[in-house]
């Protein structure tokens, strides 16, 4: 069974723009989460989707939005761009998305802001 | 809010030495509590969880309970190897159905040397 993939593994952007990333989760996994991940802040809980709806959002301004398909493939967006926001951004996908369940975590995407 | 605060590292330790990772919480209702595990070059791995109190969570020789009055979950491992080494993650989600939105601590870093 293929793991959570993500894409891109790596992006550079400038400040200003914006950015798409995605996030494949495991097959028949309905729940996708995303985490920021940042040597001073360390991991940080972005949203939490299932079946196409938020059900979860952290502390986080409103640049960063997320969406989900009826696949449960993930997007997750970042627009106006802060130096900030470079990160390793972690998605992550389980059954149901309650504690009992197992979540795996993608390997990430690296996000350089320059 | 919800919190976790783990001891900050690094911690080295010798080959066969007992490991303690100390992990509190501060969280309305009953969480449920996991350690992640992040090897050099890999991506986060669930290691172990409990979802209720004074559960035992365990895996490839760690142990953790749930100790809901003292708030902790520490991590325990009798006798470490090299292939220990690695970043350690405790964190919580509030125990509900509505999805997982993990609150993790700062992480520690644990070496262990032959």
């Not at chain 1, 991991?43 to 709806?53: G, N």
Request: aromatic fraction near 12%.
């Amino acid at each position: 069974k293929a793991g959570v993939t993500q894409t891109p593994r790596y992006l550079i952007k400038t400040r200003g723009q914006q950015v798409t990333l995605s996030c494949s989760p495991i097959s028949g996994h309905r729940s996708v989460s995303w985490y920021q991940q940042t040597p001073g802040q360390g991991l940080q809980f972005l949203f939490e989707y299932f079946s196409e709806t938020q059900r979860n959002k952290g502390n986080f301004p409103g640049r960063f939005s997320g969406r989900q398909f009826s696949n449960s493939r993930s997007e997750m967006n970042v627009s106006t761009l802060e130096l900030g926001d470079s990160a390793l951004y972690l998605c992550a996908s389980s059954l149901e998305g309650v504690a009992t369940d197992t979540q795996y975590f993608g390997p990430g995407t690296r996000l350089t802001v320059l | 809010g919800d919190s976790v605060t783990q001891m900050e590292g690094p911690v080295t330790l010798s080959e066969e030495a007992f490991l303690t990772i100390n992990c509190t919480y501060t969280a309305t209702g009953y969480p449920s509590l996991f350690w992640y595990v992040q090897y050099p070059g890999e991506g986060l791995q669930l290691l172990l969880k409990a979802t209720k109190a004074d559960d035992k969570g365990s895996n490839k020789g760690f142990e953790a309970t749930y100790r809901k009055e003292t708030t902790s979950f520490h991590l325990e491992k009798g006798s470490v190897q090299v292939s220990d080494s690695a970043v350690y993650f405790c964190a919580l989600s509030p125990n509900s159905n509505s999805g997982y939105a993990l609150n993790f601590g700062k992480g520690t870093s644990l070496l262990v040397t032959p």
